[in-house]
């Protein structure tokens, strides 16, 4: 394993950001000197060295109660469900019964003494969890202050992104960005990459390299949605939707190229990601060629019938949410993903070939769960995707297909994994069977099918950039 110190010029920021992330009020003197000295190295993973292993300081998961007070409140769990159970019981009853002085327990005071016993132990074992060895949750400031970020390639900074209102806001945002490193940058000012529900931009590490070598991309960029990762959870709900991630990406894009209007870009959405590169291209200025390519795409499976208008958040709703649905599904949210295995289990669940899936994989997805608000940001971005702010926002994904298609300078492509469980091929070539776009599938891989087989992802969408464009 290699460490690394932290270039300075990583991070960036203004004098506002979200205060769920506690960056509320830090100025950017403060931030430029933060890392000259930092608490931890960063660790380059053994088998993905553009990933950080998480701090040592910090824990993801649950910590195990230690052996000897697990086995103390085994016995006392024990102990109180019998005297609970049997109402005369004395420290010598077992002796007695054991002697023959007192009578044998029955069936069900047996089943009663157990069912207590378990239920009190593993209850004793939650609230020492949740009180001294639980999760860690820290915020952007203290990552940046005594951490470090996850990825060499990560860069924090403040955009100004209009809202749902139509007002600026200032959104602190997480993101990756990869230099080409050779001389191959002809093709495309930027390469941009929106990652899918549940991930990250960490999901994109393992295809960054090739993929922009190969397409020949200046630079390849690719952030946080709001909700995710360690972008800041704003109060507008609507930069939760993917309306509201395509602004950020787009804003991000043309402020990374230095340009209001690129001459050409590369677009690369997955799963639900696929909306916002489609509602990124739309806010693009029509100018700029584009090439989009739709990955594992969650297109049709979201109608407008599924979302309303009405603002049904207000009033009695909000007390509800805040003192009862956000405590509740917050914290089974945290004893789910605080779970040792859970990860894994799910990954295991979306990749092609289980047996495949390595340790750096689960981490992509593990390590923003140390983040402040991380649960939080999950429930905001439900709730966002219930919601509807103006008229595009309940327009179906064929309409918004079609306006994309109907861009000058743009090309479309689709891939699928062909034992994609989530979105299972077969739906989805459904779907795109009236557009006549090129769908390509990769066989045996499922949902994420440029995390398993990035060359290969790499060389489809090469393949298409030549037909499309010489």
Known sequence: MRTRNIPRNRVATSTRTSSDHGMSGLKASTIAGINDEPLETPIEHVEEPLLNYIPKTLSPIYKGVPWLLDISLIFLSLWASAVTTWKRMTWLQPLAIL???????????????????VLL????????????????????????????????????????????????ESIGVHFLEYANPTNNTSSFDALYLNHGFGASSLSWLPVIPTLTKRLGARVCLGHDAAGFGFTDR?????????????????NLLLKKTSSSTPK??????????????????????EETSKLIVLCAPALGVRTPTSVQKEKWWTGAATILRENLFYPVFGYTLRRAVGGKKFWRRGLEAVWGDKSKLRDSDVLRF????????????????????????????????????????DMPNTKVMVILGGSDRV???????????????PVQE???????PFEEKPEEFSDLVDGFRKSSFQ
Do not use: N
Request: hydrophobic share 40%.
């Open 99 to 117: 002697k023959g002085w007192k009578a044998v327990p029955t069936t069900g005071e047996l089943v009663v003494f157990v069912t207590k016993a």
């Open 121 to 168: 132990s593993v209850f004793a074992r939650t609230v020492i969890q949740d009180l001294f060895l639980p999760p860690s949750r820290v915020s952007m400031k203290s990552l940046l202050q005594q951490h470090f970020l996850p990825s060499s390639l990560s860069r924090y900074e403040t955009l100004s992104v209009s809202g749902s209102d139509g007002k600026d």
């Open 234 to 250: 704003p109060d507008d709900l609507g930069l939760y939707m993917t309306k509201g991630s395509g602004r950020i990406a787009a």
């Open 264 to 285: 050409s870009v590369a677009l690369v959405g997955h799963s639900l990601g696929c909306l916002a590169t489609l509602k990124m291209a739309l806010e693009l200025p």
């Open 366 to 405: 593990q390590w923003p769960s140390v983040g402040l608000g991380w649960e939080r940001g999950l429930l905001e971005f439900t709730r966002a995707q219930l919601s509807a702010f103006d008229e595009e926002d309940l327009q179906d994904d064929r309409t918004l297909l079609r306006r994309v298609m």
């Open 423 to 437: 979105i299972p091929p077969g739906f989805s070539r459904k779907f795109f069977e009236d557009f006549g776009l």
């Open 442 to 448: 990769m066989v045996g891989l499922g949902h994420d």
